[in-house]
């Protein structure tokens, strides 16, 4: 079973608006990543936050980690139609190595 | 060139036939990954492996077997194909530094199965 599940699935906005996707998993975690696919190509590394840590940004991105309610949101700021991809949450548990479940998606769609 | 690298890209053949993805690296990195993508699910893992004599069944490992020939090798066999094994297919790495890696992945492998 998968242990992330994003919401929303699929996100329209306009162009300079701003895109919040949200993760929400099972079980413990050592990390949370986010990543990005562009349209049938292979998943590209954006940020990564540790449980121990609250908030992370990096560029226009903004990443925020709740272990108590075992969530996390990932913020693009000022979108641009380059944005257009879809977003994967991944966790990474403890003993568990390198290895990482994936969420879902969400679908994001900037127009111009 | 790319870091991580898959063959082939695009794949299509018959039901009970094997097929063998393969995939390489120049990353130097340990660990890899073999995941399918189908739309709506995401990624699920198929197997890993940590080292060259480390092999790992992951979520959905059934009708599948891996080979690690090498460090910088990791190929994914399919020995009977059916169709509902039509899918994405990636193969990623990561390093093996501490507790806390992201993994980076090869362009994928799209395979149908008629």
């Not at chain 2, 009708?63 to 899918?87: C, D, H, M, W």
């Not at chain 2, 193969?91 to 149908?112: V, W």
Request: charge should be positive; charged fraction near 20%.
């Amino acid at each position: 079973s998968q242990q992330g599940e994003e919401d929303p699935q699929a996100l329209s906005i306009q162009e300079g608006e701003n895109a919040t996707m949200n993760c929400s998993y099972k079980t413990s975690i050592n990390n949370l990543q986010w990543y990005r696919q562009n349209s049938g190509r292979g998943l590209v590394h954006l940020i990564l936050i540790r449980s121990n840590e609250r908030e992370k940004h990096s560029g226009r991105l903004r990443v925020t980690l709740d272990t108590s309610k075992k969530s996390s949101s990932l913020l693009i700021t000022a979108s641009r139609a380059a944005d257009t991809a879809s977003y994967f949450c991944a966790t990474g548990q403890y003993n568990q190595g390198g290895k990482l479940i994936f969420g879902q998606g969400t679908e994001l769609s900037v127009k111009p | 060139d790319a870091d991580v690298t898959q063959t082939p890209r695009n794949r299509i053949t018959k039901t009970g036939k094997r097929i063998m993805l393969e995939c390489s690296q120049t990353k130097g990195h340990d660990r890899m990954y073999w995941y399918r993508q189908d739309p709506g699910l995401g990624l699920r893992l198929i197997y890993y492996s940590f080292d060259v004599k480390d092999i790992n069944k992951g979520e959905i490992s059934d009708g599948y077997s891996v080979s690690r020939q090498a460090q910088a090798k990791f190929s994914l066999s399919l020995e009977s194909a059916i169709p509902n094994q039509t899918a994405l297919y990636f193969c990623a790495t990561s390093g093996d530094s501490g507790l806390y890696n992201e993994q980076f992945f090869g362009p994928g492998t799209r395979l149908t199965v008629l």
